[in-house]
């Protein structure tokens, strides 16, 4: 049974890899395709082509407009360095590359947590309050994952540093699940229920901060899981997962046929 648990959870593990590997490159494209070809063509108008007047370019505001640069830029980072540092193979055979590639993933998530919430202060609210505040709080467990999984890693304390590590990818990515969430709840209820324009509908207020808090839940439960559990647990959590990632891949079809592509 122990041996059982343990290949079905490292099965299901590496396909979640798989999907998620699919849908954050296909989200890396996306930030590439819309905003890296207007600063490659100079053309920065073409950023608010997505993002609301007064939240994309705005000419004449260049502290403001470098923020949102530098936030972007940070974005794109994470979602092509981040899941090759959960590469187990890639640890063994090319530390001295995950070493500088965990280094560029962190350092990305921090400025992109702190840039974000500069373009808040300054720009207001893009999705309402209660998101904003959802914002604020991925953006200090960010800089509370992020910090303690480098200061664990300088201390060469390497368990406890690929447990914040690990804590640190989910919150870094947590505004990739926040448009899972949203598309997946749009089509499995064929419409926007509980969604209002203003983004203070009940749907809204939840995944303001389940956005955050539920995949960094999930991840708790499998470090126990994996770590403490037994057999039961671990097949439990193989179950779970397995059924998460089958709706997280439901989330990234919908939103590439229906946010991402349509925009490219």
Known sequence: MDG?????????????????????WVFGLYIAAVYGVGVASGDLVRWNVVLPDGHGYVRGD???????????????LVTASGLLQLVPRLRARAPAVHRWNGRLFLSAGMAAAVSGLLIALT???VAGDY??????????????CGGMAWRRAVQRRIAEHRRWALRAFIVINAIWFYRLGMMFWFTVNRGPVGHTDAFDGPWDIFLAFAHVLVPLGVMELYLAARDRGGALARGLMAGGLLVATLAMGVGIAAA??????PRI
Do not use: E, K, S, Y
């Open 123 to 125: 720009r207001g609210a």
């Open 4 to 24: 059982a648990a343990d290949r079905a959870l490292r099965a299901v593990v590496v396909f979640w890899w798989c999907v998620a590997a699919a849908g954050l």
């Open 62 to 76: 260049a502290p403001g407009n470098t923020t949102l640069g530098v936030h972007l830029a940070a974005a794109f």
């Open 131 to 144: 998101m904003t505040a959802g914002n604020a709080l991925n953006a200090a467990l960010i800089l509370l």
């Open 256 to 261: 590439v046929a229906f946010m991402w592509l």
